[in-house]
């Protein structure tokens, strides 16, 4: 009996403390004075918390890695070569003062990018890959998607700004403008909807993140 009311004055403290702290920040978008340097504070505080919880998540990887490494697992060299770089940019932050000293932006300009678009380059062989998989179904939507893929792709193309083939350039410009667009613009508006949904979920009680 003792046990099941902690339990439930716990969950109604959260409750509190989440609605209340919702309706500070949202008021605080809209208002000025006490509500907006409260939602301002919130904020701080935020930033605070996700500073700790990638501490705690640097903290998970290095243990889960070093675990693989110990253990032999497949694949065990990489994860001595992501603990070691996690250490190094960390110890290079620290030994320069401050996150954004030069060195650690080298690290960031030539070595993170680089590999970074290399991996997103991968990307448009993957999409092909999958295009003609689903060809091979014989989908009319994939035939489409694979037709405006080869037009954006053709009229990006530096060979294609002369003519003839610079009507790829227009198509391109008229895809991106008005069907992709829109397309981005319905999707943001969705997240933004579900994310409305599922805070206003939280305020209600209906959802406990905060709980698990």
Request: net charge neutral; glycine share 10%; proline share 3%.
């Amino acid at each position: 009996m003792t046990n099941r009311i902690a339990t439930t004055a716990v969950l109604i403290i959260n409750l509190v403390l989440a609605y209340v702290a919702g309706l500070i920040t949202i008021a605080g978008y809209f208002t000025r004075g006490t509500l907006a340097d409260l939602g301002g504070m919130l904020a701080q505080w935020v930033a605070v918390l996700v500073g700790f919880a990638l501490l705690v998540g640097l903290a998970n990887l290095i243990k889960v890695h070093i675990g693989r490494a110990l253990s032999r697992q497949e694949g065990w060299p990489y994860s001595l070569i992501v603990v070691a770089s996690a250490l190094t940019v960390l110890g290079l932050g620290l030994v320069g003062g401050s996150p954004g000293t030069e060195t650690v932006a080298w690290v960031f300009q030539w070595i993170y990018q680089p590999l970074g678009a290399a991996v997103f380059s991968l990307l448009a062989f993957f999409l092909t890959t999958a295009f003609f998989r689903a060809l091979r179904l014989g989908g009319r939507e994939a035939m489409v998607m694979l037709i405006v893929a080869l037009v954006v792709v053709l009229g990006q193309a530096p060979f294609a700004a002369a003519a003839p083939l610079d009507i790829l350039v227009s198509i391109e410009d008229w895809i991106q403008a008005y069907p992709a667009l829109a397309g981005i613009r319905a999707i943001l508006l969705g997240v933004s909807l579900g994310a409305i949904g599922v805070s206003v979920r939280v305020l209600l009680g209906l959802d406990r993140p905060y709980m698990e």
